[in-house]
Each structure stands twice: as structure tokens, then as C-alpha cells.
């Protein structure tokens, strides 16, 4: 079966800045992933790229086995892009319209109201809708054309918890219907609410990836972390019992394992001179942010 | 391809004749100033082998298409491109060619209407003495003379930031009108705005249809000067058009 996305070897630079640096990406068709990653991290020059808007620097995006930006593929893609306002002069109606016109198999408009949940204001300019229904109107537009491939940059920007919650639902229903679906977000429990897939971006690098139940488990990890008089290399410290991470930080070494009692022991009977021990247990947003912080000390294994 | 042509042609048509500034500034104002001039002076006192009631008619007409393709199609151009519209089309089957072919056919469009509306207010509140056929010529002369302005609008289209494109627009259709003698005729204005004047497609675009009314062609300086500076301004801002996208 042919790959919804890859990317190979991306680089995409704005002059000396290097806003997607080497990045490798491959999504399954009929998936939902989520790019997670800070503002700034190069998931919206990611996404322009898969759309074919930008060129990249270097490297390849090809999307349902095609290069992108092919006349074929914007039959078959949707996209939401951040930042677009509402057409002036036209009714909620009349652009859903508009839009079904562009495409040879278009979704029906009942569905595209449904979805957007605007039945009571299609006959409302659009440009006097609120943010959030906004916001929505640009959904249904994305899916005017029944797209395969759904691509989502920042949706819930603007939406309150319980928007948000439907909206989720909403594209699992979408998902269920066979479609792929990649959004972009920097909300952690977004991800992991809605995506099968979650690819985290810091630095224009994918930096883990893997299911949530995979990237959760990181965050079962308990930390240990001490002073050492005589600390061996970096190296030596992942061959400790159970040490998934490691990290320095300073003076202090803190060391990520599943369990730490066996560790402790291990610990106390080396010759590293450890004091000063502090043991946490890490949190899910502990996890995110030393895999997207500016820690460049963190190595994972 | 031809249905999702008329669906564009039909959204974009909606679209001017729904705006507040389409009914304010191709409509109402041409209008008003039309009745004020021709009433200060004079409905039926003449000028240039006809009366004024006839001569700012077409003046007025002129002033209102002018700013109606500068503005309609100028300065929404801008704004399209800086709120992430033509982002938003860019990614949709709808290809540019469609695109812009439907934008240009709807402003044609609402132009007849503007003529319409102008010459039938004009022509059931004043005794204006035209034959039939003048009317028809002087509205084709304008209708098709309005393309020029399409292009000047086009031009105006390729700036980003839509605040410049009003600003610019705003002073274009203001001095194009004035310098160009549509509010007040050249031989009146000083004499170094006049020979400025009479060199500006406003003018010719005017003169054309003041030398319809008085039983004249229009001159073939206002052919040239009309098509010349159409095709200049459309080969420009098709240069600046395709260097964008090249980058």
C-alpha cells in the first residue's frame, strides 16, 4: 500500500535559518497523526511543503505516491490552513458552495453542515461569523472536496474545551471512513487524545515518534538525580540497570528508569561518590518537554 | 471546468455588488456629483457642442468605472492575497487561469450595470438629448475602454500590503478624475495641470465619449493613449506576477 506522506531527507531554509533540518517522515493511509512540537519547531514549513506551497531546500515530499502540489492530488487533498480570513460577501451557504464546485466528487452539503455544526446560519455572511465558528466554516471547506488526505494545521487554535472535544470526535468519524488525517498542534493532550500516531518536532528535527501508548511510557519513568564526585563518561550511564535517559545538567546527573530500586542499589555501591538524591517520578508534559527543550545535554536511547 | 467557471463568475459578481464601498463609491458618489455639477452648471447651459447635462454624464460614468476596477479589482486583489485567500484557492482544484478569467468577466459584468444604472438615473431625471445609438456607443465606448483600468487595477493587485493598495488606489482614482478633467474640464483647470491632463487615459477614456455626444468619433490619441497604457500595465503586472512565483 502506498505511503499517505513521506518525507526524505527535508531541509527546508529561510536564508541562514534552518527551519526543517533532515527531516524523515512516513505516515500510513487511514491514520490519524499528530506533528507535536513548540511554536517554531517547523511544523507549519513542514506542512506548506507536503501542500506543495513552499519548495524544499533539499530532499523529498511525496503524498499518496505523488511528488506534491500535482493538480491531481488538490482534488484529493483538503487543507486548513492558519491565518486565512473569511471570504467578504459571501453567506456561510454560498462558500460551502462554492467550494463543493471546485471538486468532482464533492461531499454533500448536509454532511459539510453537520460537521461544522452551522445549519442554523447558512444564510449568514461569512465574514460576520464568530472566531470559533469561523474556525469551522474552514473546516467544512477543507472537506469540501471529500478528500483522502486531510491535512490540519493547528485546528483548535480558538476552539474552547468543549468545541475541542467535538471537533476530536469528529475527525475520528472522519478517520473511520478510511481517510488519513495529519494535524499539527502543540497541546500534548491533543495528540494524545486524537492521533494513533504522534510524530514530536523540535528544531525542524523529529526528535521521537511512535504510537501514545508508546510515548506514554516514557512517561512512566522515574527520575533519579544526585550529585557525582566521580562520574564515568556519559556513555557508561545507560548501561546502569533500567536507565532509559540520561541527562546533565550542571552538577546534577538525572537518570530516567522504569523502576529505581534495583538502580538505587546499583548506585550506591559504585564508585561514582553520588550525594544529594532526589528521586521524582515524570509527568507526560516532563517527558514533551525534555525531548523539545533546548537541553541538548538529553540523550535517548 | 465550465461549471466551476460560472460558480467563481457568480461568487465574485455577488461579491462587488454586495460591497458597501461598490454601492458607496460606483454608485452613489458618480451619482451625486453627477446631479451637482450638472445643476450648478447648468443642465442644459452648453459646452463643447453639447450641455453639460450630457457632458458630465460620461464624466461621471467615466469616474465611477475608473474607481469601481481600481478598487473592485485593485485593491480586493490585496487584500485577498494578504488575508491567505488566494493561499486558501491555490490549494483547491480551481486553477489561476479560471480564477482570474472569472474575476475579470464578473467585473465586466457589474460594469454594464454601473452604466446602466448611471445612464437610466441620468436619462429619467434630466430631458438628455441623445439618440439611441449614442447611447449604445458611448456605453460600449466606456464599457470596453474599462479594461484599461481592469489592467491599472491588476497593477495595483500585485502590491502585498492591502493599506498601500488603498492608499495608492485612493490617490489613483482621485487623480486620474481631477487631473484628467472629469470634475472640472481641462480648460478650466490651471494650465499646467491641463497639459498634464490631457495626456492621462482618464481623459481619453472621457474624451471618447464627449466626441460621441457631440456627433464626433473619438480621436484616435484617445485609441492610442487608452490601449497603450492597457497593455502596459497588464504586460507589467503580468511581469510582476510571474517573478513572484518564480522566487
Known amino acids: ?58 530532499g523529498e515530499v511525496r503524498v499518496l505516491g505523488m511528488p506534491s502540489g500535482t493538480k ?17 460577501g459571501l453567506t456561510v451557504k454560498e462558500v460551502l458552495q462554492l467550494f463543493r464546485n471546485y471538486y468532482r466528487n464533492p461531499m454533500s452539503l448536509e454532511r459539510l453542515l453537520d460537521i461544522s455544526g452551522l445549519h442554523g446560519d447558512v444564510k449568514r455572511r461569512a465574514s460576520t461569523l464568530s472566531g470559533g465558528q469561523r474556525r469551522r466554516l474552514a473546516f467544512a471547506q477543507s472537506l469540501a472536496g471529500n478528500p483522502e488526505l486531510l491535512l490540519l494545521d493547528e485546528p483548535t487554535v480558538g476552539m474552547d474545551i468543549e468545541a475541542r472535544g467535538r471537533f476530536w470526535d469528529t475527525i475520528q468519524a472522519l478517520a473511520s471512513d478510511g481517510r488519513t488525517v495529519l494535524l499539527t498542534t502543540h497541546h500534548l493532550e491533543e495528540a494524545d487524545a486524537v492521533a494513533d500516531h504522534i510524530a514530536v518536532i523540535a528544531r525542524g528535527q523529529v526528535v521521537a515518534e511512535g504510537t501514545p ?11 533519579v538525580s544526585f550529585r557525582a564526585a566521580n562520574a564515568p563518561a556519559e556513555q557508561e550511564w545507560l548501561t546502569l540497570p533500567g536507565v532509559e ?12 528508569a522504569q523502576e529505581t530500586d534495583v538502580l ?38 | ?28 458618489m458618480p451619482l451625486a456629483f453627477y446631479f451637482l455639477f450638472a445643476s450648478m452648471n447648468g443642465v442644459d447651459k452648453s459646452i463643447k457642442s453639447t450641455t453639460w447635462g450630457v457632458f458630465s454624464l460620461m464624466s461621471m460614468t467615466a469616474f465611477s468605472l475608473i474607481g469601481t476596477a481600481v478598487s473592485q479589482f485593485g485593491i480586493r486583489l490585496s487584500f485577498e492575497h494578504q488575508d491567505g485567500w488566494v493561499r486558501l484557492l491555490k490549494l483547491t482544484p480551481l486553477s489561476p487561469a479560471v480564477w482570474i478569467g472569472s474575476k475579470i468577466v464578473s467585473q465586466m459584468a457589474v460594469h454594464l450595470i454601473v452604466i446602466v444604472v448611471i445612464f437610466l438615473s441620468a436619462g429619467l431625471v434630466h ?40 492608499a495608492i488606489g485612493n490617490v489613483l482614482q ?15 483647470l490651471p494650465s499646467w495641470m491641463g497639459s498634464v491632463g490631457e495626456w492621462l487615459p482618464s481623459h481619453r477614456y472621457a474624451n471618447g465619449a464627449w466626441n460621441m455626444i457631440a456627433g464626433q468619433n473619438p480621436a484616435s490619441i484617445d485609441f492610442i493613449i487608452l490601449t497603450g497604457c492597457g497593455l502596459l500595465f497588464m504586460l507589467l503586472s503580468i511581469y510582476i506576477y510571474n517573478r513572484r512565483d518564480a522566487v
Open chain 1, 1 to 58: 500500500m502506498t505511503k499517505a506522506i513521506e518525507c526524505i531527507n527535508l531541509v527546508k531554509k529561510f536564508g541562514d535559518y534552518c527551519a526543517v533540518d533532515h527531516m524523515n517522515l512516513s505516515f500510513e493511509q487511514g491514520q490519524i497523526t499528530a506533528l507535536l512540537g513548540p511554536n517554531g519547531a517547523g511544523k507549519t514549513t513542514t506542512i506548506s511543503m507536503i501542500l506543495g506551497m513552499i519548495k524544499p531546500t533539499s
Open chain 1, 72 to 88: 491531481e492530488l488538490r482534488q484529493r487533498v483538503g487543507a486548513l490552513l492558519q491565518d486565512v480570513k473569511a471570504a467578504d
Open chain 1, 213 to 223: 501508548e508508546r510515548l506514554k511510557a516514557q512517561t512512566a519513568l522515574r527520575t
Open chain 1, 245 to 256: 535517559k540520561a541527562e546533565c545538567n550542571g552538577e546534577r546527573i538525572r537518570l530516567y
Open chain 1, 264 to 301: 538505587l542499589f546499583t548506585l550506591m555501591q559504585s564508585e561514582w561518590g553520588i550525594s544529594d538524591i532526589d528521586i521524582q517520578s515524570a509527568s507526560l508534559e516532563d517527558t514533551f518537554r525534555s525531548l523539545t527543550g533546548s537541553n541538548k545535554q538529553a540523550i535517548i536511547r
Open chain 2, 1 to 28: 471546468m465550465l461549471h466551476m467557471f460560472v460558480a467563481q463568475t457568480k461568487a465574485e459578481s455577488i461579491r462587488i455588488i454586495r460591497s458597501p464601498f461598490f454601492l458607496l463609491f460606483s454608485i452613489a
Open chain 2, 127 to 166: 430631458d438628455i438629448q441623445l439618440t439611441a445609438g449614442q447611447w449604445i456607443l458611448c456605453g460600449l465606448w466606456l464599457w470596453i475602454g474599462s479594461i484599461s483600468f481592469l489592467a491599472l487595477g491588476a497593477l495595483l493587485g500585485t502590491l502585498k500590503n492591502a493599506n498601500t493598495s488603498v
Open chain 2, 174 to 188: 482621485m487623480g486620474l478624475a481631477i487631473v484628467g478633467g472629469l470634475w472640472m474640464p481641462l480648460s478650466t
